[in-house]
């Protein structure tokens, strides 16, 4: 979002939500948020964070993020060394989902339909990080910089309930 990745406070705030995750009530933030689970590249630890859904669809169980950060963001740096642990969305839980990296055609397509379908999120977010995500140049551009994640649920997976575990 910005061109640092927040310390401190900010960092805090932002990682709210992944309180909500840890007691199973991340369903509360509906589809609009994700929270991911993933291996630290250079610790092997796990880590964890919270992020904006730019697309979900349910059918598929597809689940798209992108990296206000560019490369530059931890979570993307270590999905890309090691696959993604977990992901959470809404009710369901995918464990060790497929994931891939969209071209630069793909996300900004991908950012075109965030501005059709939340403008005035788009006009917000263009406002507060100064992204030209109004315009089809500066979709492209973006598409340059902001690397797209899409994540799916392993077909060995059972849909619906049974895939998001006890209370979850």
């Given amino acids: 979002m910005t061109r640092k990745v927040p310390r401190g406070v900010p960092r805090k705030l932002l990682r709210t939500p992944i309180h909500l995750y840890r007691r199973n009530l991340g369903w509360l933030l509906g589809s609009r948020f994700v929270y991911l689970v993933h291996r630290g590249r250079s610790s092997g630890l796990p880590r964890e964070t919270v ?71 788009a006009r917000l977010l263009t406002r507060l990080t100064g992204w030209p995500m109004l315009t089809p140049r500066g979709r492209a551009e973006l598409a340059r910089t902001l690397p797209a994640v899409s994540f799916l649920p392993r077909e060995a997976e059972p849909p619906g309930p049974t895939a998001a575990g006890p209370g979850g």
């Fill in 51 to 121: 992020l904006e859904v730019v697309r979900h669809r349910p059918v598929s169980g597809e689940v798209v993020v992108i990296s206000g950060w560019g490369t530059r963001s931890h979570w993307y740096r270590n999905i890309t060394a090691s696959p993604a642990l977990e992901i959470r969305i809404g009710r369901r839980r995918y464990h060790r989902p497929r994931q891939r990296v969209l071209g630069e055609s793909e996300t900004a397509e991908l950012l075109a339909g965030y501005v059709r379908e939340h403008p005035w999120a």
